[in-house]
Each structure stands twice: as structure tokens, then as C-alpha cells.
């Protein structure tokens, strides 16, 4: 975020006209746990903080952090809940959010986070994540099956129709699911969802792109023969870096196994990890297939009777 | 026969003598020769596929030739208002249809001049006819009134051709027992937005509601109608649907029928609407209709798109209608 001097005001306002210094301290304890206003202001122990000197030394102290967005999340949400079973009225949040979304950023109610809004571009760390940190995603990585051989059989004004609209089809699904196209290599991709329930979002989404690639391939296939897609779903730590040529990740190799060597033709092959998040009406559409002793992945195909 | 030409010559309109269509011709209809590739994909089988030669080199003609050839059941015919070809025989060789000169066209070509090119194609044994589908089609299409493609050339008042769409949620009195009114109440609300907002894509309206279901129009002009990609999606994304948003605890079930029929079209009181299409999509909806099935009459297949055919099975006959019956998606693995 570039500095706002409209948003700078009302954070120090709200906090210095809405709470006590000892609350303000608990309240950036829950981003940066061991946060001690004393040391940072250099105010000794034993003489009381100012309210506006604190709500200063707190603005500058989660913006020298990078952690702006955060900070006013758990300001929506002690101001929506309270903290520790007492009410609190954050003042000036209205205003908080409106400049947010003057720089492209809004709050999902359904994911309880501020991301981008719908007027920027979107960014694959959705505006919010930081650099060389590690977090926990869902991942989402699809292939178009025989792409050599598509290749050689079409034209190249075909192939770029049936790519174009296949990616028309993941990207649809991802953004509206809130997930991000980390790689887009022409016949396949990654995409990463960060948000919410995040291994269901991964699932459904899957699930959606195969369906709407059905119904392309019954009217709007340029090919001869349907275009097939293998889907593989797994979650896990990553470490992210905007640059994602950057990210090496236990996590997006043991996704890329599973896509390569388990997964097949139509369907979404998720891991075990994915699979104990779905609850139990998604998890029935899924099949154990063992991979080795023990070892299991869990498998959609869509099917008729 | 469909008659099309490609003609950049501001004098096309004169080439023709032709001011009424017949039972066996269409009227003439004209294209600048850069839309040829984009109208001769749409064209029909058996259309006659003029092309003015005004400016073109052979090279040209003879790959324009080529490219109608290609398309099955199109005959090219060619236009020579400056007399450039000499040799008119070879055009015939090439497959053409038919060859207009320079004297010819200052007349006009005349429908006897059209069936003569028609007697010539039944003689080469190159004449399109169509099959019992297509005349089935064709059939069907006459009976109807057109609602146009979209609901901005639907007046209320009059009336029109529309899909209908049944749709009924299974097991109302199960339910009515098993959840509290406004338990019950929120779930339906949620039910009848799915639907609003599933049909709204397919430029579907939801034309009468009562609790569980209701019916559902699709303007028909004639040619083509979403409604049928619309059932299908409805039954392929109903569990996403009981996952993401329905408020049932378990995996809805509901029927679905659609028919073509003309209605009276009315904007209040549909509730008291009388109407023979009306009435059978009700009957065909709560009488024929089994739990969790998509049922259709052959006339919606018929005019629909053919990849739809795999995916219907005969499913007898009902009020004097052959059915067919949608094949179900099996989403889990163990029961459909």
C-alpha cells in the first residue's frame, strides 16, 4: 500500500478516540504476538502511553510491518464481536473502509479478509500477502491431455480457440472462488486459493471446470474429438514469493506428482489432505483409489447411468 | 433451395428477378465476398452459393469454388458481369452449378432459370433432399408463432411459441412434515432462486411459482431455443448446488418436463391462465414425470441441438406425444 494520509488519519482516530492503550497492545498482539508498545514508543514502564502517541506508534508499527490489511481486519472483527465478551465500537471504520476501496482493496464478508475488489487487476497474493512468508493454500493444477498430439492434428488458429476458451473456463472458475492463476503454460496451469474454506473451494471449483468442459465439448469443441483435462487437487505450506517462477514448494511437487502420475483423463484426483476437509455430502462424490499400501488418493469422474 | 450471394458490386440487387419466395426457392440474400467464410458456415444444406467474379483473379475463383465444394450439399454458381471467363465448360468440370454471363445478368436470373439449375443438379444426381427429420422439423416449425430471441419482442396480450419448463421439487409433503414453516420457507426461497437464476441464463423466465416449482418460459424463434442446454445444466449442476448453497440438509430431488406449445402471453394473473401447452406441461410434469427425472417431448429434441441425442431415451408416449427421457450424471460412487 502507498501511504495514505486519509487512511493514516482515520486509523490513528479511530483507535485513539475508540479503546485504551492496553486494548490497542492486545489488539496488535493477534498479528504480531510479541508486540510491546513500551519498547517500541520508548515510553518507560511506568508512565502511561497517551492514547494519540500510541495509536501513532501502533500506525507506524503495522504499516513498517506490512501488515495494514490484517490490522484492520481484526478491527472489523472486534468491532462486529467484541473482545473478550466486552462490546467495542470502532469509530471511523466506515470511513477506514472507504479508502481501502478507493486503492482497489475491499472486505469479503464470506472470507472474512480484505483482498482486492473487483477494480484492479488481480494480483496472485490477492493484494495482501507478503513476500518470502509462508502460508497455507489449496492447490489446483490442470493439464490438457495430448497436447502433442492436438497439436500436430490441428491447425494453429484451432488450437488457440480451444486453449483460449479452456482458459476461459479455469480462469471463470478460480477468480470466482477467489483463487489466483499462479502458472498458465499454454496446455496446463496452477492456480492457488488461499481464502475461506479453501480445500472445498479447490474441490468445487475442479468439479465445475470439468462439468462446464462437458458442456463445451457437446456444442462449442472446435476439435473433432472432446477436449479432456486431467484435474489434481492437493494443500500444504508454501513459502510465496510474487515472482511465482520463484516459489519451490514441497507442497506444489507433490501436487504436480499426483496430476502426472495418478490423475487421469476427466477427472479430479485430490489428496488425502483435501479430501478430510470436504464434509460428508462432497466427500461422497469421490472414490478411494489406493496407490500403494495404504496409501490412498480419492478420485472424481463424472459419469452416466 | 437457400439462394446466397457474394457480390462487392453495388448492382447485385439487379441480378436477381426474383421478389417473392416460393415453396421451392428462398429469396436471394446478398453479402459483401469478405463475410463468405463467416455466412457459408451457417449456410444450410442444399443453399445455391452465388459468387460475383468482379475483381477476382482464377486463382481466386477456382479457391472459392473449392471452399463451397467442401461444405456438403452447397452449389456454386458464378456471376460474370464483365465476361472474363473464356472457358465456361471447365467451370462445369470444376463442379460449379451454374455460370451467368454478362447478357444474362442485364436480364436477370429468373426462377425458371433457377429450376432449371435445380433440374440440373436432380440429373447429376447432386440434389439435396431433405430427410424425414429435417421435413419433421420444418413441420413443426410452421405450427408455431415465433416469441423471437429475447423477451424484448415478447408483447403481452398476444399470442406466442414458447419452451416450456416445468420444475418441482420431490417429496412436498415429506417435507412440510419434516421442517418448520420458515425453516421450510428460506429453503424454498432458496430453491426458487437457484432456478430464477440458473433459467435467467438460458433467457429463461420463471413465469408461474407456488412453493415447490412452478413453470418456466423460453422465448422460441423458430430456429433454435437454450431451454434444453438449461434442463441439462439444471440436472448437471444440481449437487453443486445441494453443496454450496441449498439449505436442505440432504441432496435435493426434483423433477423437470419441457414442451413447446403456444401460450397467450400475460404478465398478471398467470395463475389463471387456461391453456392447452399450459396444461399438458403441468400433467406431463406431476402425472408422467418420475422423482429426479428430466423428461422432454420429441418436438424439443427435435429442434434442438443433435449432440443433445445421446443423451435421451425413449421413454413412451404421453397425451399423444412421444417422450424421451434424460440420462442421469452419477456424480457418487455408489448410487446415482
Known amino acids: 500500500l502507498k501511504r495514505n494520509l486519509k487512511l493514516e488519519k482515520y486509523i490513528i482516530d479511530a483507535l485513539s478516540q475508540s479503546m485504551t492503550v492496553h486494548l490497542m497492545e492486545r489488539l496488535v498482539r493477534r498479528i504480531i504476538p510479541d508486540y510491546d508498545l513500551h519498547r517500541r514508543s520508548g515510553f518507560p514502564e511506568n508512565i502511561p502511553i497517551p492514547q494519540v502517541d500510541a495509536a501513532e506508534q501502533v500506525y507506524m508499527d503495522i504499516v513498517s510491518e506490512n501488515l495494514l490489511t490484517r490490522f484492520v481486519e481484526v478491527l472489523i472483527d472486534v468491532n462486529r464481536n467484541g473482545y473478550m465478551g466486552r462490546p467495542v465500537s470502532v469509530r471511523l471504520l466506515p470511513q477506514i473502509m472507504n479508502e481501502l476501496e478507493e486503492v482497489g482493496l475491499s472486505y469479503n464478508e464470506k472470507y472474512g479478509a480484505i483482498v482486492e475488489g473487483n477494480r484492479r487487476v488481480k494480483t496472485v497474493g490477492w493484494g495482501v500477502l507478503r513476500e518470502g512468508f509462508t502460508y497455507e493454500f489449496s492447490f489446483l493444477s490442470f493439464d490438457i491431455v495430448g497436447n502433442s498430439e492436438l497439436v500436430r492434428r490441428y491447425t494453429k488458429k484451432e488450437i488457440l480457440k480451444g486453449y483460449t476458451d479452456v482458459k476461459r473456463i479455469v480462469m471463470r472458475m478460480v477468480n470466482k472462488r477467489e483463487g489466483r492463476m499462479w502458472r498458465w503454460e499454454g496446455d496446463g496451469g496452477l492456480a492457488a486459493f488461499y481464502f475461506g474454506n479453501k480445500n472445498v473451494q479447490v474441490t468445487l471449483g475442479s468439479i465445475e471446470i470439468l462439468l462446464e468442459l462437458f458442456i463445451y465439448n457437446l456444442f462449442e469443441c472446435p476439435f473433432r474429438e472432446p477436449l479432456s483435462m486431467r484435474i489434481a487437487a492437493h494443500t500444504g505450506p508454501c513459502q510465496f514469493f510474487h515472482n511465482v517462477n520463484e516459489i519451490r514448494s514441497a507442497t506444489i511437487n507433490r501436487l504436480i506428482e499426483i496430476e502426472t502420475q495418478y490423475s487421469d483423463s476427466d477427472s479430479l484426483t485430490i489428496s488425502p489432505s483435501v479430501y478430510t476437509d470436504l464434509g460428508t455430502k462432497l466427500a461422497t462424490f469421490f472414490q478411494p483409489i489406493e496407490i500403494s499400501s495404504r496409501s490412498y488418493l480419492y478420485r472424481y469422474k463424472l459419469q452416466w447411468e | ?336
Open chain 2, 1 to 336: 433451395l437457400d439462394i446466397l450471394v457474394f457480390s462487392n458490386s453495388r448492382k447485385a440487387d439487379g441480378y436477381f428477378k426474383i421478389k417473392r419466395k416460393s415453396n421451392d426457392f428462398s429469396l436471394p440474400q446478398i453479402f459483401p465476398r469478405e463475410d463468405f467464410n463467416k455466412v457459408l458456415k451457417n449456410a444450410e444444406p442444399g443453399t445455391l452459393v452465388y459468387l460475383d467474379l468482379s475483381g477476382l483473379e482464377m486463382v481466386q475463383v477456382s479457391r472459392y469454388i473449392r471452399t463451397i465444394l467442401k461444405a456438403d450439399d452447397l452449389y456454386p454458381g458464378l456471376l460474370d458481369p464483365l465476361g472474363k471467363i473464356t472457358d465456361v465448360a471447365h467451370l462445369f468440370h470444376e463442379g460449379v452449378a451454374d455460370y451467368v454471363d454478362k447478357a444474362t445478368l442485364r436480364e436477370g436470373i429468373t426462377v425458371q432459370r433457377l429450376n432449371q439449375v435445380f433440374k440440373y443438379l436432380l440429373e447429376t444426381g447432386r440434389a439435396y433432399t431433405k430427410t424425414a427429420e429435417e421435413r419433421t422439423r420444418e413441420e413443426i416449425r410452421s405450427r408455431y408463432i415465433s416469441s423471437g430471441n429475447s423477451w424484448s419482442d415478447v408483447v403481452p396480450g398476444r399470442e406466442y411459441t414458447f419452451c416450456l419448463m416445468f420444475v418441482e421439487l420431490d417429496g412436498a409433503v415429506e417435507m412440510e412434515k419434516m421442517y418448520g414453516r420458515d425453516t421450510l420457507a428460506r429453503a424454498l426461497g432458496s430453491f426458487r432462486s437457484y432456478i430464477e437464476s440458473l433459467v435467467g441464463s438460458f433467457n429463461g423466465r420463471i413465469w408461474i411459482w407456488s412453493g415447490f416449482g412452478g413453470v418456466v418460459l423460453f422465448p422460441f424463434n423458430l430456429t433454435r431455443s437454450d431451454s434444453l442446454k438449461c434442463g441439462l445444466c439444471l440436472v448437471l449442476f444440481k449437487h453443486l448446488y445441494d453443496i454450496e448453497e441449498s439449505i436442505f440438509p440432504n441432496f435435493i430431488s426434483f423433477r423437470l418436463a419441457l414442451s413447446i406449445g403456444n401460450i397467450l402471453y400475460t404478465e398478471v394473473g398467470t395463475g389463471h391462465v387456461i391453456s392447452d401447452s399450459l396444461n399438458y406441461i403441468y400433467h406431463l410434469g406431476q402425472q408422467f414425470a418420475e422423482p429426479g427425472r428430466f423428461y422432454i417431448t420429441e418436438e424439443v429434441l427435435l429442434i434442438s441441438h443433435t449432440a443433445f441425442m445421446e443423451f435421451f431415451l425413449e421413454s413412451g408416449e404421453f397425451e399423444g406425444r412421444k417422450i424421451y427421457r434424460m440420462r442421469l450424471p452419477i456424480h457418487f460412487r455408489n448410487t446415482c
